[in-house]
């Protein structure tokens, strides 16, 4: 037992869980937390918009595979970091975030900056906890970490009311987690894993669909083994990116609305799907891309409520995905009759001719972003991590950017958040700090978080920004380019800033490109900078993302 404040007693709980770095942006509710945290030893990133700070603690997390820490204030702080919040939910990112409240004598009372950010959270978290007992603290603070960082993972939100914060009193720390105990989550059998290497063994055109839950479990490894032992190719969602090396012969892509054509047709075609770690979101599973009635479906999932959620399926392993790959690949091996067949194999090689993406031409003045991204390809070494921005920009990433690794690819897939990728990519450089750091950008989304250039420059976090420049929201004037046969409303930016300029203006590098030699010679550049770059790269504002499928019913609407 220990005498302490409880913003002491706070501070200690995250060096014990071994924080080393928080983002966030201080206030009256939760400055005696921020009087702690001076002399901590804990590196504190001033954001300049709390919703930055989750961004960042976000981008964190999705390279290290760790939690995330982002604070901010009660009120508007509090809400500032709701979207944030509801991005790492939706791409199941494990963030802690801590928030300041009025003292417990004023909470319901309507006091200067109260909000009820438990009730505001409460379907966007994992869990979430108002401190009302200082000694508690140490106990909710590591239930918050192990919550965050287990089974599907997530975010999770502590508020701390001013004078909890300030009240002294004895405080014990202990290894001990106070949680309700709860029996195991797997809830897959030997005989169920039988049923799975049976179907797999039997199929004769298997393909294996991967989700964001391989990478969130480190399970990239067992994943290859298995494909590469089978001959199965390997399709991705969006999250997925980087599970399987994108050169490698079994890899089909990225699959859905935005996906590889003959990913899609492979997919569309199985007769056994092994999917992994993803949950058949309506951008992966829409449109055009139907099973064969007689498809079987493997689900492996940590999440029981994804079973059968969006699509019927014939197996279901509930468990950690690393887990269930184990096993299910030392029941593959020991079926010692089982020959590889290259048949399907070979038939999927040859919808990679048959299918292949789009063909663009370069006949205007403007740069083409599918070429922008191969370019940027051969420029990076493997090992870097390129954040992106959410729509066209997104697209052309994730289509024409092949990635190689687990965590280098980092995207709002589920929420779409516009402007997260440039903190996100900020977090990504503090966590890698040796790694070149990349954020994909549309000037829309660029725009609603390039304050933080001032973040990145007074904290000496260099990263490349390269901003897709169309002067439009280009997904949505594609979207009515395609329905509203062009009838664009409230879609063209106008005067956005110079791009340049306000880069100089925060006191980083501004780089305009006119062609794809001035462009590689600036992206090397930057790469090296000690201080962060924006590339600007103007793109002609009816450039469309191609390849693209629409959902069912989409033309219904459109005009006359």
């Given at each position: 037992?220990?005498?302490?404040?409880?913003?002491?007693?706070?501070?200690?709980?995250?060096?014990?869980?071994?924080?080393?770095?928080?983002?966030?942006?201080?206030?009256?509710?939760?400055?005696?937390?921020?009087?702690?945290?001076?002399?901590?030893?804990?590196?504190?990133?001033?954001?300049?918009?709390?919703?930055?700070?989750?961004?960042?603690?976000?981008?964190?997390?999705?390279?290290?595979?760790?939690?995330?820490?982002?604070?901010?204030?009660?009120?508007?702080?509090?809400?500032?970091?709701?979207?944030?919040?509801?991005?790492?939910?939706?791409?199941?990112?494990?963030?802690?975030?801590?928030?300041?409240?009025?003292?417990?004598p004023f909470i319901g009372k309507d006091?200067?900056?109260?909000?009820?950010?438990?009730?505001?959270?409460?379907?966007?978290?994992?869990?979430?906890?108002?401190?009302?007992?200082?000694?508690?603290?140490?106990?909710?603070?590591?239930?918050?970490?192990?919550?965050?960082?287990?089974?599907?993972?997530?975010?999770?939100?502590?508020?701390?009311?001013?004078?909890?914060?300030?009240?002294?009193?004895?405080?014990?720390?202990?290894?001990?987690?106070?949680?309700?105990?709860?029996?195991?989550?797997?809830?897959?059998?030997?005989?169920?894993?039988?049923?799975?290497?049976?179907?797999?063994?039997?199929?004769?055109?298997?393909?294996?669909?991967?989700?964001?839950?391989?990478?969130?479990?480190?399970?990239?490894?067992?994943?290859?083994?298995?494909?590469?032992?089978?001959?199965?190719?390997?399709?991705?969602?969006?999250?997925?990116?980087?599970?399987?090396?994108?050169?490698?012969?079994?890899?089909?892509?990225?699959?859905?609305?935005?996906?590889?054509?003959?990913?899609?047709?492979?997919?569309?075609?199985?007769?056994?799907?092994?999917?992994?770690?993803?949950?058949?979101?309506?951008?992966?599973?829409?449109?055009?891309?139907?099973?064969?009635?007689?498809?079987?479906?493997?689900?492996?999932?940590?999440?029981?409520?994804?079973?059968?959620?969006?699509?019927?399926?014939?197996?279901?392993?509930?468990?950690?995905?690393?887990?269930?790959?184990?096993?299910?690949?030392?029941?593959?091996?020991?079926?010692?009759?089982?020959?590889?067949?290259?048949?399907?194999?070979?038939?999927?090689?040859?919808?990679?001719?048959?299918?292949?993406?789009?063909?663009?031409?370069?006949?205007?003045?403007?740069?083409?972003?599918?070429?922008?991204?191969?370019?940027?390809?051969?420029?990076?070494?493997?090992?870097?991590?390129?954040?992106?921005?959410?729509?066209?920009?997104?697209?052309?990433?994730?289509?024409?950017?092949?990635?190689?690794?687990?965590?280098?690819?980092?995207?709002?897939?589920?929420?779409?958040?516009?402007?997260?990728?440039?903190?996100?990519?900020?977090?990504?450089?503090?966590?890698?700090?040796?790694?070149?750091?990349?954020?994909?950008?549309?000037?829309?989304?660029?725009?609603?978080?390039?304050?933080?250039l001032a973040t990145s420059v007074e904290?000496?976090?260099?990263?490349?920004?390269?901003?897709?420049?169309?002067r439009v929201l280009g997904m949505v004037?594609?979207?009515?380019?395609?329905?509203?046969?062009?009838?664009?409303?409230?879609?063209?930016?106008?005067?956005?800033?110079?791009?340049?300029?306000?880069?100089?203006?925060?006191?980083?590098?501004?780089?305009?490109?006119?062609?794809?030699?001035?462009?590689?010679?600036?992206?090397?550049?930057?790469?090296?900078?000690?201080?962060?770059?924006?590339?600007?790269?103007?793109?002609?504002?009816?450039?469309?993302?191609?390849?693209?499928?629409?959902?069912?019913?989409?033309?219904?609407?459109?005009?006359?």
């Open positions: 037992m220990v005498l302490m404040s409880g913003a002491k007693a706070l501070i200690e709980s995250l060096k014990r869980e071994g924080v080393e770095v928080i983002f966030g942006f201080p206030g009256g509710a939760i400055m005696p937390v921020y009087d702690e945290l001076l002399d901590s030893g804990i590196r504190h990133i001033l954001v300049r918009h709390e919703q930055a700070a989750a961004h960042m603690a976000d981008g964190y997390a999705r390279v290290t595979g760790r939690v995330g820490v982002c604070m901010a204030t009660s009120g508007p702080g509090s809400t500032n970091l709701v979207t944030g919040i509801a991005t790492a939910h939706m791409d199941s990112s494990p963030i802690v975030a801590f928030t300041g409240q009025v003292a417990r006091a200067f900056q109260e909000i009820d950010i438990i009730g505001i959270t409460a379907n966007i978290v994992k869990h979430n906890y108002q401190v009302r007992d200082t000694k508690k603290i140490p106990a909710i603070v590591k239930a918050a970490f192990h919550i965050a960082s287990t089974s599907r993972k997530g975010p999770v939100l502590v508020d701390f009311p001013r004078d909890v914060q300030t009240e002294i009193t004895e405080i014990e720390f202990t290894d001990t987690l106070d949680l309700p105990k709860k029996g195991p989550y797997e809830n897959f059998s030997s005989s169920q894993v039988e049923e799975a290497v049976k179907l797999l063994l039997a199929a004769e055109k298997p393909i294996i669909l991967a989700g964001g839950g391989v990478i969130s479990s480190n399970a990239c490894q067992e994943l290859l083994a298995l494909a590469e032992y089978l001959n199965v190719p390997v399709a991705t969602t969006l999250m997925a990116k980087g599970c399987i090396p994108e050169d490698h012969p079994l890899a089909l892509g990225m699959i859905g609305m935005h996906g590889t054509p003959y990913g899609n047709r492979a997919l569309s075609e199985a007769d056994l799907i092994f999917a992994v770690g993803c949950r058949f979101s309506d951008r992966s599973i829409s449109g055009d891309i139907n099973f064969n009635r007689q498809t079987r479906i493997i689900h492996v999932d940590i999440d029981a409520s994804e079973i059968s959620k969006n699509v019927d399926v014939t197996l279901a392993l509930v468990g950690d995905a690393k887990e269930v790959l184990k096993k299910v690949l030392e029941k593959v091996k020991e079926k010692s009759e089982f020959k590889k067949s290259s048949e399907w194999f070979e038939y999927v090689e040859k919808l990679k001719k048959d299918y292949p993406l789009p063909s663009y031409s370069e006949t205007d003045k403007f740069m083409k972003p599918q070429k922008l991204m191969k370019i940027l390809r051969e420029i990076l070494p493997k090992n870097a991590i390129v954040a992106t921005e959410v729509g066209q920009n997104q697209m052309w990433a994730a289509i024409y950017l092949k990635t190689y690794l687990p965590r280098t690819f980092i995207t709002s897939g589920g929420l779409g958040t516009m402007g997260f990728g440039f903190p996100a990519a900020l977090g990504a450089k503090v966590a890698k700090p040796d790694v070149p750091v990349v954020n994909i950008a549309g000037d829309g989304s660029f725009i609603m978080n390039e304050h933080e904290e000496k976090i260099p990263v490349t920004v390269i901003v897709l420049d169309n004037a594609q979207w009515q380019r395609i329905i509203y046969k062009k009838r664009y409303s409230q879609v063209h930016l106008g005067n956005s800033p110079d791009f340049v300029k306000l880069a100089e203006a925060y006191g980083a590098i501004g780089v305009r490109v006119q062609s794809y030699e001035e462009f590689e010679k600036a992206v090397k550049q930057a790469i090296k900078s000690d201080v962060t770059t924006v590339i600007d790269v103007l793109i002609h504002p009816e450039e469309d993302v191609e390849p693209i499928i629409l959902p069912k019913g989409v033309l219904s609407h459109s005009v006359g």
